[in-house]
Every structure is written in C-alpha cells, then in structure tokens.
Nanobody
Framework: QVQLVESGGGLVQVGDSLRLSCAASGRTFSSSAMAWFRQAPGKDREFVAAISGGGGTIYYADSVKGRFTISRDNAKNTVFLQMNSLKPEDTAVYYC??????????????????WGQGTQVTVSA
C-alpha cells in the first residue's frame, strides 16, 4: 500500500522559512514525478511545484518562483519543499503528490495518483 506522509508545517511569521518533507512508502518513485499542491480555505487546490524522477526537470507556480525550492532524495524516497520569504497568501494546507506514470511531469492535480494527508502552513502577518 502506497503512503505519502507530509511533515514540517506550522505557524510562522511573514518572512520566515519552513521546510516541508514528504516520505513515500509502498513503492519507489525514483522514476516518477512528485509535486506539491496547496489549498487555502474556500479555494481550489493549486499547483505549487513539481520535480521529475531524476530531479532534472522542475516546475514552479509563478506565485512561488524565486521563494520556494523543490528537491528530492530518491535514496530516501522523499521530496522536500523549502519555503522562504513566506507571505500570508501562502497560508494553506500543503499536499504532497506522486505520479504512477514514469518519465512524465504533470502540473495538474488530476494527473497525480497518490496523495498525502496534507500539512497546515499558516503565515501570520
């Protein structure tokens, strides 16, 4: 059974940093894309960042480009999201996702097959 477990969320102030982690178990994702999405109250789930299996292809949402960094450690089957210069509008539940397909990097939530339970990030002004 595949599981994705996020950690690292919390309550921070504007300008602070957080590092989210997502540990996968049940299968290896070293050839599959993994991504972060987020959902704020009353809003749709939105794409944040995605990384290919080998880490050579990375995409970011414009709203986080230059502030967030996605990375992965395939030896640990884990993906990370380093979030710097946090803003109140970054407040959301952050979800980790993984594709079952290999050699593809999707940007839409509907293309991801596995999801974590989410971790809350709250940025206080």
């Amino acid at each position: 059974q595949v599981q994705l477990v996020e950690s690292g969320g919390g309550l921070v102030q504007v300008g602070d940093s957080l590092r989210l982690s997502c540990a996968a178990s049940g299968r290896t994702f070293s050839s599959s894309a993994m991504a972060w999405f987020r959902q704020a109250p009353g809003k749709d789930r939105e794409f944040v960042a995605a990384i290919s299996g080998g880490g050579g292809t990375i995409y970011y949402a414009d709203s986080v480009k230059g502030r967030f960094t996605i990375s992965r450690d395939n030896a640990k089957n884990t993906v990370f999201l380093q979030m710097n210069s946090l803003k109140p509008e970054d407040t959301a539940v952050y979800y980790c996702a993984a594709e079952a397909a290999i050699y593809n990097v999707a940007l839409r939530a509907s293309e991801y097959d596995y999801w974590g339970q989410g971790t809350q990030v709250t940025v206080s002004a």
